[in-house]
């Protein structure tokens, strides 16, 4: 099977010292999403693979044998993907697509989309077996426009464990020693709720820099500049932003300290696998900062502020709270929400369906 890759991508190649903002538009915009690149690739066999845009959809159609989307938060207002149903039509190969999801601030089905985003839809509708979904808002919101070939799988970087399945440790709060944040700043206009979501992020930084956490960038431009340490990258104008946008509940200085020692970014998913091994509680308002945590054993709990992520973290059994519930940061009761037993049910429940799925879209689970 001769795979061409759409959507995420497991790795992006950078130069010694590219710009920080160069290698995040090579991720997407966000280096979660090589999470879900990568959690798909590691569950299929394939003999050949390719990402490279460039290549004419003509070759594709002559090199490869189907097209396999992994996919994200694509079913959202501002977001055309009518270049992407421009490709496919022209390539003219089979579709397989995992982690499809709609974003949005509610639960109403009937969202808006643009032309382009439409005509994606009816384009992989009529070359998918089933299309994979993020979560059941996701599966109302095609039903709505007549497509009922779906399935719902969550994310893909989920199964990345495999048969087994993540095995989350269980490690008293008293032994800690290193927690890891994650929270965005430019996501708080598309939220449940957008003045409690502002007040939620910023309570979560306050945490952070009260426990020493280090926090973990995915698509914060600021906070990236910083971890990235590459002179002339706007390092003291990022530092700046921060200090601003804490400034009603931190001390300057103390932001200032924190962030300049604390603040990470992975551009390499497995660098990032490896590291986030050395922490004992991540939590945050990004999914594949505190999945990537969860597949490595760590305890997580996802802050749930929108559609795209509670969808997620409901039907794959996520420890997760929304923000809508979440009166201030405590990060003992954060713990205590973690549910290991629940989530090793829930996975051993979906991992056979989610092989299943993979076949019925001829995909060659990995033994």
Known sequence: MN???????????????????????????????QMIAH??????????????????????????????????????????????????????????????????????????LMPGTERFV???????????????????VLARRGVHNVTVTGCPSYYMSGA????????????????????????IGHSFDKDKMRRIVLEIYKAG??????????????????????????????LNAICTFLKDVVPDDDARAWASSHVKVFFDVDEWLKTIEEYDFVFGSRFHGCMVALQRGV???VVCHDTRTEDMCRFLAIPYVT??????????????????????RRYRELYPAYVEFLKSNRLKPKS
């Open 3 to 33: 795979i061409f890759l759409l959507g995420a991508t497991p790795s992006i190649s950078a130069e010694p010292g590219e710009d920080p903002t160069s290698k995040l538009t090579k991720t997407g915009g966000n280096t979660g999403n």
């Open 39 to 112: 959690g798909l690739l590691s569950q299929i066999d394939y003999q050949n693979i390719a990402w490279d845009y460039r290549i004419d959809p003509k070759e594709v159609r002559e090199r490869f044998d189907m097209i396999v989307i992994a996919a994200a938060n694509f079913l959202f207002p501002k977001f055309d993907f009518g270049g992407m149903a421009d490709y496919i039509e022209r390539a003219d190969l089979p579709v397989a697509i995992v982690g499809l999801g709609a974003q949005s601030n509610n639960y109403d089905p009937n969202i808006e």
């Open 122 to 140: 009816k384009v992989i509708a009529e070359r998918a077996a089933s299309i994979g979904v993020r979560g059941p808002y996701t599966l109302d």
């Open 164 to 187: 087994k399945g993540p095995v989350i440790a269980n490690r008293p709060m008293e032994g800690f020693k290193r927690i890891s944040i994650n929270a965005s700043r430019d996501v």
């Open 209 to 238: 820099i009260a426990w020493n956490a280090d926090f973990i960038a995915q698509s914060e431009l600021a906070e990236i500049r910083i971890a990235d340490r590459e002179p002339g990258t706007g390092v003291e104008e990022s």
């Open 299 to 301: 305890p997580a709990v």
């Open 323 to 344: 923000i809508m519930d979440l009166e201030r940061v405590d990060v003992n009761a954060l713990h205590a929400i973690v549910d290991r037993d629940a989530l090793t």
